[in-house]
């Protein structure tokens, strides 16, 4: 079979040995909960404090970001620099899975869900903040089960090259689910959260090592090693 398209310089076979490595590491793995609502009985919150304390019994290591005070991208004065961005990029480059748990309004995440992932770079100096971690998505609604912010994250996910897993979690009319303590009562909603937590782990452990590797990709090299060969030349004139 000819495939005269290709960069053979750039074209890789797949490293089995790569895919399949040996005893993992024993660290847990560390996972970001973001959440999409700063109400004081907020639900997204609520949700991704029970997810938190799955994980915790899964053998995770925790943390949340805050959103309070986290600017618009667009706003006058607002950059990498501002204290609250940073210390949200610095929780996403510390991570290594990520759970986004957002109620849906008018039919989508909220605008302050959107604020955050946006904030998060495609690309940080030679680091991609968001490439190959593992992403649960998680949504809230007041009315009726849907999944309109659930699919809008997984393309989001998708776009920042994340393995987003395939089992989510949708809790409707989510004020009935809560006690007067913000614990999440025993249902099949609860359950689902445990279901994706158990996978969300399952996924960051088995790709915790790979994840560079997973998402490498051909055109990226092909563009690198054309890069380099510009750099070269341009220093042999």
């Known amino acids: ?20 490595p040996g005893p993992g590491r024993a660290d847990p793995p560390r ?5 999409g609502s700063l109400r004081p009985r907020s639900f997204s919150r609520l949700s991704g404090e029970e997810a938190a304390r799955i994980l ?19 706003d006058a004065g607002a950059d990498a620099d501002h204290p609250r961005v940073r210390a949200l990029r610095d929780l996403v480059n510390w991570c290594e899975g990520m759970v986004w748990s957002s109620p849906e309004r008018h039919g989508a995440m909220t605008g302050l869900m959107k604020t955050q992932i946006d904030w998060i ?20 609604s007041g009315g009726s089960q849907s999944f309109n912010a659930v699919n809008q994250m997984r393309i989001l996910g998708r776009w920042m090259r994340m393995l987003t897993i395939p089992n989510q979690s949708s809790v409707p009319k989510a004020f009935l689910e809560f006690d007067e303590a913000g614990r999440m009562k025993p249902s099949p909603y609860y359950d689902r959260i445990v279901d994706v937590m158990e996978e969300l782990v399952k996924f960051t452990l088995l790709t915790r090592d790979l994840g560079d590797y997973l998402v490498d990709r051909y055109s990226e090299r092909k563009e690198d090693a054309a890069a380099l060969s510009a750099r070269v030349n341009q220093r042999a004139l």
């Open 31 to 35: 996972i970001l909960i973001l959440y």
């Open 1 to 20: 079979m000819t495939t005269p398209q290709l960069d053979e310089a750039c074209f890789r076979p797949i490293d089995r040995a790569r895919l399949m």
């Open 121 to 140: 770079p495609l690309s940080d100096g030679a680091k991609r903040p968001t490439q190959g971690k593992t992403l649960a998505v998680m949504q809230v």
């Open 56 to 74: 915790t019994r899964l053998g995770a290591e925790v943390r949340f970001f805050n959103p309070s005070g986290l600017p618009l991208v667009d």
